[in-house]
């Protein structure tokens, strides 16, 4: 099968920049698709990112330090972007008006107003395909679930929990990050570093919430800087919301929580929906099963586990009896965005990238958050058309 090779650049080498690279190099695990994608140029302000890049990705021809020389290569036909939140503003900004496509990382700016200009630049450039990333929902559990909801199984919903938990800011040595600091990861805290991953598929069924209650957390008060001094810890670790979603024929709670101090997790990414007919769950601590529990009136309430198999968006080379994982979810995620570029409205499958629309969503919940947790109230979200 000929393939359409779509030309990326990579701005922010760090963790997820070589995650992407690494999702390249494993393009051969997808069986059938008529798109791949090559990265052919990279930029990082710190030369030991680069060179992990020139060290171990063949096809990259050209390094550069800032940015916007990157954006000038008129080979790069699209880009992906992990930096911190602070720089989302203007890089993505840049990035739109060079007409070059995007696949950046959440939250899409730093707070309400940089993430309105983002927009705004998005709407100025309606030929740029922008997404947002977010990985858990390729799983293949949870696409069964994603089928369940299209498919009206669970009825009238009962209450909705979802969440992303992890532990390692559990240790007070650890030296502090970026993501630590208001300046450079703003005053979400773990709410604008995870909280997309959360509400990506509430969001997309259509489940916004009308008011949110925050509990918000700040467990660690200071940490290592990594010159033998103690620096305050300025963001949120935990946060805990509470919310009522109300559809033209449903109201029910939803539980949305993203936590960066949770004992006993490594990355547990989860969603659980409570129906009259159906409740189900799947959680990527078990990322093989998948939890059900049908209903009809006066039945037994009983739930079934089984094994999910290895059936994922894409084909893949992968037998069906092993063991679907967080890099999979990754190429799934490239695959959908390639699939995009390409493809257009004639994907090849139906589920797409999170939007940057379902991130300005996450920053008006954030927002509300913020607010009701100055408050001790519970505050009501107003989502226009």
């Known amino acids: 099968m000929s393939k359409t090779i779509v030309k990326f650049g990579v701005i922010g080498c760090g963790l997820m920049g070589k995650e992407f690279a690494s999702a390249a190099a494993r393009w051969l695990h997808l069986s059938q698709v008529n798109f791949e994608p090559q990265i052919i140029a990279v930029c990082d302000a710190v030369p030991a990112a680069i060179a992990w890049f020139t060290d171990n990705v063949s096809t990259v021809k050209s390094t550069y330090s800032d940015y916007k020389e990157l954006l ?14 602070n720089l989302h503003e203007q890089i993505y900004i840049d990035i739109i008006e060079s007409g070059k496509h995007l696949l950046g990382e959440k939250p899409f700016g730093i707070d309400q107003v940089a993430n309105g200009k983002i927009l705004a630049a998005m709407e ?8 947002c990333s977010s990985e858990f929902p390729f799983y293949p559990g949870a696409s069964q679930l994603i089928q369940w909801v299209q498919e009206n199984k669970f009825g009238k919903i009962i209450e909705v929990e979802a969440g992303f938990w992890h532990s390692s800011d559990l240790d007070p040595t650890k030296t502090i990050n970026w993501k630590r600091r208001i300046a450079t990861n703003g005053e979400y805290g773990c709410m604008g570093d995870l909280g997309m991953h959360v509400l990506h598929l509430p969001l997309r069924f259509g489940w916004k919430p009308d008011n949110v209650r925050s509990l918000l957390s700040k467990i660690v008060p200071e940490r290592p800087d990594g010159k033998g001094e103690l620096v305050p810890c300025e963001t949120w670790d935990n946060a805990i919301l509470a919310t009522e979603v109300k559809t033209e024929d449903q109201q029910f709670p939803m539980i949305l929580s993203t936590k960066r ?22 959680t990527t601590k078990n990322p093989k099963q998948v939890a059900s529990l049908p209903y009809t009136p006066g ?4 739930w079934h586990v089984v094994d999910a198999p290895y ?3 894409y084909g893949t080379i992968t037998g069906g009896i092993f063991e679907f994982g967080f890099s999979d979810s990754i190429l799934q995620m490239w695959a959908a965005f390639c699939d995009e570029l390409v493809n ?25 958050a913020l607010e009701s947790n100055r408050t001790g109230q519970t505050i009501n979200i107003e989502w226009g058309e």
Not at 266 to 276: D, K, M, P, S
């Open 124 to 131: 100025k450039n309606p030929n740029v395909i922008v997404r």
């Open 344 to 368: 257009g409205k004639n994907m090849q499958q139906p589920f797409y990238c999170a939007t940057p629309e379902e991130a300005a969503d996450s920053h008006k919940l954030f927002t509300a």
């Open 299 to 302: 039945a037994q309430q009983a």
């Open 261 to 282: 101090i949770a004992p006993g997790h490594a990355n547990t990414w989860f969603i659980r929906i409570q129906g009259t007919e159906m409740s189900a769950e799947f």
């Open 72 to 85: 000038a290569n008129p080979d790069v036909d699209a880009i992906y972007c992990a930096v911190p939140h």
């Open 311 to 313: 059936k994922s968006a």
